[in-house]
């Protein structure tokens, strides 16, 4: 079960929906790591997660998670695998003890002792109703419901979406900590990028059901850069080397990919580091080229 | 089969079930104060002929109503797969190590034993009112009985599917509203054919059967054994149409657990 290199291999993944295309996806999730997922909302982060966990069907391409193929092998990969939503998928009418009773019996390796140290943990009450929950409270389960059955492999989509910093630091924090087996892996979709910056090792930028840009998040950040310049620089400098610009009252920002070479070709411009929100507000902005 | 998903599912129906045991119980206590006051209280006071009616139509109702009530509320999750639609536990199961067949199959399961004890639960209620009235059980209720469980059993699994397809409750009871609008207009005819065949038979016109009670009397014994016979055959085809209808249900649940979302 652990002799595999990636958690999770996308070859080609391909799906077609009328005015939407998830086209030909390809990206891996090295075994041990936590991928971060980013694209603005609709880019197709929840069509390709339902599309490798086999929610929809796929028009084209092949998916392997932990060095199975997800088709043929669904059920084994299901039984060590963990799948967290932006929503908590219960009923309201449930308790903790409830949800126990539920799970024990979908998983083999359900560990009770596990579920409710998280549960301790989070301080979540045992006998209140879930609808009472709020909405921190309500990801909390779902993470401990995620961590008790002793997956490999954490599938988070938009999971941290609408949480206080509080809660979403603690959880951050959770995920670290499962990544210390290293036969662990984490895929977490989102758009809050600060999150990803903090704790993702690779990340994956998807935009209009096309791959961007995947890799390592240290590689992609030092390769990526910001160029500022004034509006008569920018007229004299080549467009092609820039993912896109930004033109404001107070000059000119160019987004470029290659920034060793780019600050040679262009010492006059001033160079700032960049983040993954940038990097994703440029590339989104790319078919624009100039944009204000 | 998963214990904690038939857990659930008894947990989220626990209103329903309760409901409908309740009522089945209230059923039966109402019958016997009826019965007690045709014995010993005021009841007992009235007209010897009224009273075979009464004592008649008591046993009639309360073994004709019980069915009803308990299929209603010991079968169906029409509240359930909707809510799991309205929850997004429906698409939570599909990251579940369980396969569509195991899924279908508790669902079914739970529905057939919903209808089971329905049926057992009714027989019992048949047997205890007549023995309450001291009257004999014919096979005429016995029929009766099996006919109106298995007719509500029908509508029962029916409204499930259409929960399925329009993952709304409403939605799927205005849908299931309709057939039995449509099944009430087929039995309309069906009667109406039946007066009309009936009229032919004997050669007279409608204005003359009604100022001639014999003629009414002569055409309502027709009607009632047109009935009969029909009653009959419903009687012979419902219980092999319920297991049909669970087979379809277990075929159409194990499709939706299939399919993925488009």
């Given at each position: 079960?652990?002799?595999?290199?990636?958690?999770?291999?996308?070859?080609?993944?391909?799906?077609?929906?009328?005015?939407?295309?998830?086209?030909?996806?390809?990206?891996?999730?090295?075994?041990?790591?936590?991928?971060?997922?980013?694209?603005?909302?609709?880019?197709?982060?929840?069509?390709?997660?339902?599309?490798?966990?086999?929610?929809?069907?796929?028009?084209?391409?092949?998916?392997?998670?932990?060095?199975?193929?997800?088709?043929?092998?669904?059920?084994?990969?299901?039984?060590?695998?963990?799948?967290?939503?932006?929503?908590?998928?219960?009923?309201?009418?449930?308790?903790?003890?409830?949800?126990?009773?539920?799970?024990?019996?979908?998983?083999?390796?359900?560990?009770?002792?596990?579920?409710?140290?998280?549960?301790?943990?989070?301080?979540?009450?045992?006998?209140?109703?879930?609808?009472?929950?709020?909405?921190?409270?309500?990801?909390?389960?779902?993470?401990?419901?995620?961590?008790?059955?002793?997956?490999?492999?954490?599938?988070?989509?938009?999971?941290?979406?609408?949480?206080?910093?509080?809660?979403?630091?603690?959880?951050?924090?959770?995920?670290?900590?499962?990544?210390?087996?290293?036969?662990?892996?984490?895929?977490?979709?989102?758009?809050?990028?600060?999150?990803?910056?903090?704790?993702?090792?690779?990340?994956?930028?998807?935009?209009?059901?096309?791959?961007?840009?995947?890799?390592?998040?240290?590689?992609?950040?030092?390769?990526?850069?910001?160029?500022?310049?004034?509006?008569?620089?920018?007229?004299?400098?080549?467009?092609?080397?820039?993912?896109?610009?930004?033109?404001?009252?107070?000059?000119?920002?160019?987004?470029?990919?290659?920034?060793?070479?780019?600050?040679?070709?262009?010492?006059?411009?001033?160079?700032?580091?960049?983040?993954?929100?940038?990097?994703?507000?440029?590339?989104?902005?790319?078919?624009?080229?100039?944009?204000? | 089969?998963?214990?904690?998903?038939?857990?659930?599912?008894?947990?989220?129906?626990?209103?329903?079930?309760?409901?409908?045991?309740?009522?089945?119980?209230?059923?039966?206590?109402?019958?016997?104060?009826?019965?007690?006051?045709?014995?010993?209280?005021?009841?007992?006071?009235?007209?010897?002929?009224?009273?075979?009616?009464?004592?008649?139509?008591?046993?009639y109702i309360f073994t004709m109503i019980t069915p009803a009530?308990?299929?209603?509320?010991?079968?169906?999750?029409?509240?359930?797969?909707?809510?799991?639609?309205?929850?997004?536990?429906?698409?939570?199961?599909?990251?579940?190590?369980?396969?569509?067949?195991?899924?279908?199959?508790?669902?079914?399961?739970?529905?057939?034993?919903?209808?089971?004890?329905?049926?057992?639960?009714?027989?019992?209620?048949?047997?205890?009112?007549?023995?309450?009235?001291?009257?004999?059980?014919?096979?005429?209720?016995?029929?009766a009985v099996?006919?109106i469980?298995?007719?509500?059993?029908?509508?029962?699994?029916?409204?499930?599917?259409?929960?399925?397809?329009?993952?709304?409750?409403?939605?799927?009871?205005?849908?299931?509203?309709?057939?039995?609008?449509?099944?009430?207009?087929?039995?309309?005819?069906?009667?109406?054919?039946?007066?009309?065949?009936?009229?032919?038979?004997?050669?007279?016109?409608?204005?003359?059967?009604?100022?001639?009670?014999?003629?009414?009397?002569?055409?309502?014994?027709?009607?009632?054994?047109?009935?009969?016979?029909?009653?009959?055959?419903?009687?012979?085809?419902?219980?092999?149409?319920?297991?049909?209808?669970?087979?379809?249900?277990?075929?159409?649940?194990?499709?939706?657990?299939?399919?993925?979302?488009?």
């Open positions: 079960m652990t002799d595999y290199e990636n958690a999770i291999e996308i070859n080609g993944l391909t799906k077609k929906y009328d005015g939407f295309t998830l086209d030909n996806v390809t990206f891996s999730v090295p075994k041990g790591s936590i991928m971060g997922f980013i694209g603005q909302n609709g880019a197709g982060k929840t069509t390709t997660i339902k599309a490798i966990l086999n929610i929809i069907d796929r028009d084209g391409g092949t998916v392997k998670m932990l060095g199975m193929d997800s088709v043929e092998n669904e059920i084994e990969i299901k039984e060590n695998i963990a799948v967290v939503f932006d929503e908590l998928p219960m009923h309201d009418v449930f308790n903790i003890k409830n949800v126990n009773k539920i799970m024990r019996d979908i998983y083999r390796n359900w560990d009770e002792k596990v579920y409710f140290g998280y549960v301790e943990r989070f301080g979540l009450p045992l006998k209140k109703k879930i609808g009472q929950f709020s909405k921190g409270m309500k990801m909390k389960l779902q993470i401990a419901v995620a961590l008790s059955h002793n997956a490999r492999l954490l599938v988070m989509d938009e999971a941290t979406t609408g949480l206080d910093p509080v809660v979403r630091s603690e959880i951050l924090d959770i995920f670290l900590e499962y990544l210390q087996d290293e036969n662990n892996s984490i895929l977490m979709s989102s758009h809050i990028t600060s999150d990803l910056e903090k704790i993702a090792d690779s990340v994956t930028f998807i935009d209009n059901g096309k791959i961007l840009l995947t890799g390592y998040k240290d590689d992609i950040l030092s390769s990526h850069g910001l160029l500022k310049c004034t509006a008569e620089q920018y007229e004299n400098a080549e467009k092609s080397d820039f993912v896109s610009v930004r033109v404001s009252d107070f000059g000119v920002s160019a987004m470029c990919s290659d920034m060793k070479n780019m600050k040679r070709k262009y010492p006059d411009f001033i160079a700032d580091r960049t983040t993954l929100e940038e990097i994703m507000l440029y590339y989104v902005n790319r078919d624009r080229g100039e944009w204000f | 089969m998963r214990k904690g998903l038939v857990y659930r599912e008894i947990f989220l129906n626990k209103k329903k079930y309760i409901t409908g045991i309740v009522i089945y119980f209230s059923l039966i206590f109402v019958g016997v104060l009826i019965r007690m006051s045709m014995n010993f209280g005021n009841l007992a006071k009235i007209d010897e002929e009224i009273f075979k009616i009464l004592d008649k139509y008591i046993c009530v308990l299929v209603l509320s010991l079968m169906g999750r029409h509240n359930i797969t909707a809510s799991d639609y309205k929850t997004g536990w429906q698409k939570f199961s599909h990251t579940f190590p369980i396969s569509a067949v195991e899924n279908s199959l508790y669902i079914t399961a739970m529905s057939v034993c919903g209808f089971i004890i329905a049926l057992v639960l009714s027989m019992i209620n048949l047997f205890m009112f007549f023995a309450i009235c001291g009257q004999k059980v014919n096979t005429f209720v016995v029929k099996i006919l469980t298995c007719s509500f059993g029908m509508m029962i699994v029916f409204e499930d599917i259409l929960v399925y397809i329009f993952k709304k409750v409403t939605t799927a009871q205005i849908v299931a509203g309709i057939f039995v609008v449509s099944a009430d207009v087929i039995v309309t005819l069906l009667l109406a054919k039946s007066m009309k065949d009936y009229m032919k038979k004997v050669g007279h016109t409608a204005e003359e059967i009604n100022e001639d009670i014999n003629l009414v009397n002569d055409m309502t014994n027709y009607i009632i054994s047109v009935a009969k016979k029909t009653f009959d055959i419903c009687v012979a085809v419902m219980p092999l149409i319920m297991v049909v209808a669970f087979v379809v249900f277990y075929l159409f649940v194990r499709r939706v657990f299939r399919r993925r979302e488009k």
